[in-house]
Nanobody, 112 residues
Framework: QVQLVESGGGLVQPGGSLRLSCAAS????????MSWYRQAPGKQREWVAA???????DYADSVKGRFTIYRENAEKTVYLQMNSLKPEDTAVYYC??????WGQGTQVTVSS
């Protein structure tokens, strides 16, 4: 059974940084493309970033240059380093491993 556990969310001031983690189990992690999505209140869930098995990365335009996705295969963990955070980054952030496998989400709130 696939299990994805996110952590690292919290309250941060505009301009601040957070690092989210997603620990995976029940999957063959190395070959799996891992993604981060987010959902703000009253809005649809949106894709944020992805990293392939060969560590090719891609980002939504709204976070490009501020967020970095990376993975540690030995730890079966994918990270999202978020810098220069803005209030509009406030959302629940979800990890996704494909085939309908989602984590429970971690709340990120950017506010002064």
């Amino acid at each position: 059974q696939v299990q994805l556990v996110e952590s690292g969310g919290g309250l941060v001031q505009p301009g601040g940084s957070l690092r989210l983690s997603c620990a995976a189990s029940g999957i063959v992690f190395g070959p799996t493309t891992m993604s981060w999505y987010r959902q703000a209140p009253g809005k649809q869930r949106e894709w944020v970033a992805a990293i392939t098995s060969t560590r090719t990365t891609d980002y939504a335009d709204s976070v490009k240059g501020r967020f970095t996705i990376y993975r540690e295969n030995a730890e079966k963990t994918v990270y999202l380093q978020m810098n220069s955070l803005k209030p509009e980054d406030t959302a629940v952030y979800y990890c996704y491993a494909g085939r309908g496998s989602w984590g429970q989400g971690t709340q990120v709130t950017v506010s002064s």
